[in-house]
């Protein structure tokens, strides 16, 4: 089955710096790679997915890189604030590697942003 | 937006007693999953569930869990005879459509305590 490995653990940088967290994930039939934001208390949130079909995707201030071939991904966070403070897990799928189906989580990231 | 809500937000149990965690996926979701969160630790996948029937199970998910979507609005996970270490935070998620890819969203979970 599938196996997600994300580094690193934790992450400290300064407002305005930029955060990158990578996974890598073992399924070559996997498509869909979503990130989720988990702050104290509260359940993950989705804050950016991206499909097998495109290389990478932005939100604003976030963005994610795919490389297929490598079979990882890169969540890349820029102007950071300290409201970006949080535990960031990447996720793929875990059955058939298809969108929907059982998501396989990584450890985290505990990115920390002083000001 | 529309949100995923759980019930109750803690949960205290004594060992060896029943427990019923309840959710309330988003109202036009046809695809419900549970996962876990031991305290410190990742995510994990227990089940999904589909047109009224199991989908996916790992392999926490033994014969002491049941899931259950009572009416129309509510999707219930049970365990029969708690252990120490169910202690977890326990989420709920749904997505729209698993063939169309669509992505699961988080409700904030259930603190389950086993004393």
């Known amino acids: 089955g599938e196996n997600v490995e994300q580094h690193p653990s934790t992450l400290s940088v300064q407002e305005g710096d930029s955060a990158v967290i990578k996974c890598t994930y073992s399924?070559?039939?996997?498509?869909?790679f979503p990130w989720y934001k988990q702050e104290l208390g509260k359940g993950p949130q989705l804050i950016i997915d991206?499909?097998?079909?495109?290389g990478e995707k932005k939100d604003q201030r976030i963005a994610v890189t795919l490389n297929k071939t490598a079979k990882h991904f890169s969540l890349h966070i820029t102007e950071t604030q300290p409201e970006d403070s949080a535990v960031y897990f990447c996720a793929a799928p875990g059955v058939g590697g298809q969108a929907g189906t059982a998501l396989i989580f990584g450890k985290g990231t505990t990115l920390s942003v002083s000001s | 937006e529309p949100e995923v809500t759980q019930t109750p937000s803690h949960q205290v149990t004594q060992m060896g007693q029943e427990v019923i965690l309840r959710c309330v996926p988003i109202?036009?979701?046809?695809?419900f999953y549970w996962y876990r969160q031991i305290l410190g630790q990742k995510v994990e996948f227990l089940v999904s569930f589909y047109n009224n029937e199991i989908s996916e199970k790992s392999e926490i998910f033994d014969d002491q869990f049941s899931v259950e979507r009572p009416d129309g609005s509510n999707f219930t996970l049970k365990i029969r005879s708690t252990k120490l270490e169910d202690s977890a935070m326990y989420f709920c998620?749904?997505?729209?459509?698993?063939?169309?890819?669509?992505?699961?969203?988080f409700g904030d979970g259930t603190r389950l305590s086993i004393l």
């Open positions: 998620a749904s997505t729209l459509d698993s063939p169309q890819g669509q992505p699961q969203h």
């Open positions: 991206i499909r097998s079909n495109v």
């Open positions: 399924d070559s039939a996997s498509n869909y």
């Open positions: 109202s036009n979701h046809l695809y």
